[in-house]
């Protein structure tokens, strides 16, 4: 209920903030902090008192900026129980906590890392605030499990995931406002505990899949009805979770990537390394494979092809590979 189609487009980072505040005040015992960014991650809870030595019943942790720090210390409440912990920061520094990452992981350590400016549209700031292999190498991390969700809506049952399920969760959310998808012509958000599903179904064959992630599943949206205009017929797939998606059943996952439809793209702004396993051989996977550069998130996105055009194109090219083979 705290986002509705029609309201604005929002950062999901600013959605992360609200749903945080709202299950802040509902659960007690959650708790955490930024390492120094907090304003930028939007990850302080309004009203609920800054922990230090003359208030343990504070539930802000100012960890300073040292992020392997912010990890162990994370990593030692969530062990030690009575707390769900977090720690934020910008997604490209998790690479500085990324030994309290792993360890959190092998001792399965319920805790949320909040990870925002999240890919190459986060403009201005650059190469090198902007990630690239981070998300890769974060969904090779055994019992980690990172959720980057597509809009505000899809980011508050992010939380819900994050914050029920057992074991450390990674979500990973934009600097820059998108759209908040009007849910009565698309599937409900539901879909995100299962880390895949299917978005947009106009028809029940579909001739290719659009698979997007985070800020791109607009894209992929916009793609598929560019497509549609072409009479080339598409589903639009959101996936914000590579490790919930493999997790569930082969008959659901079939559901969403059935075998018989080949002609696949997915788009990310980030590494397209690993994509190949949800479009396969015959496939195409559109994403960031160097540095990004200084420049308005639009133009950023625009000049590496993150568009939407580029989503036809590479559909296109697909299907025609393959009515070429038959």
Not at 267 to 274: D, F, R, T, V, Y
Not at 276 to 286: N, P, R
Request: glycine share 10%; hydrophobic share 40%.
């Amino acid at each position: 209920d705290l986002f509705k189609p029609g309201d604005k487009p929002i950062a999901t980072r600013d959605a992360s903030g609200k749903a945080m505040n709202l299950f802040g005040k509902k659960i007690n015992y959650f708790m955490g902090g930024s390492a120094d960014l907090a304003p930028s991650t939007k990850t302080i809870m309004s009203g609920l008192g800054d922990f230090d030595a003359t208030n343990y019943a504070g539930r802000n942790m100012h960890f300073g900026v040292r992020e392997h720090g912010m990890g162990a210390i994370v990593n030692g409440m969530a062990v030690h129980g009575g707390t769900i912990p977090f720690g934020a920061t910008f997604f490209v520094f998790s690479d500085y906590m990324r030994g309290a990452v792993r360890i959190g992981a092998l001792m399965e350590a319920h805790e949320v890392w909040v990870y925002t400016h999240d890919s190459i549209g986060l403009g201005e700031d650059g190469p090198t605030h902007q990630p690239v292999s981070q998300l890769m190498g974060l969904r090779a991390m055994p019992n980690l499990v990172t959720i980057r969700p597509a809009d505000a809506t899809e980011t508050v049952e992010a939380w819900k995931v994050a914050l029920e399920r057992h074991g450390p969760t990674a979500l990973i959310l934009t600097r820059q406002a998108v759209p908040v998808l009007d849910r009565r012509e698309l599937a409900p958000t539901s879909g995100v505990r299962k880390g895949g599903y299917v978005l947009w179904k106009p028809v029940e064959r579909p001739d290719v899949i659009v698979i997007g992630t985070g800020s791109e599943v607009q894209l992929a949206l916009e793609g598929g009805r560019m497509l549609q205009e072409r009479s080339i017929s598409s589903w639009v797939v959101s996936m914000p979770s590579w490790e919930l998606f493999d997790a569930q059943p082969e008959e659901y996952r079939n559901t969403v990537l059935p075998l018989t439809i080949r002609a696949r793209v997915s788009i990310e702004a980030l590494s397209p390394l690993g994509w190949e396993h949800y479009v396969g051989l015959d496939g195409a996977a559109i994403g960031v494979d160097r540095f990004g550069a200084s420049a308005p998130y639009k133009a950023v996105m625009e000049n590496y092809g993150i568009t939407a055009q580029r989503v036809v194109d590479a559909a296109t090219r697909v299907l025609e590979r393959l009515r070429h083979r038959e």
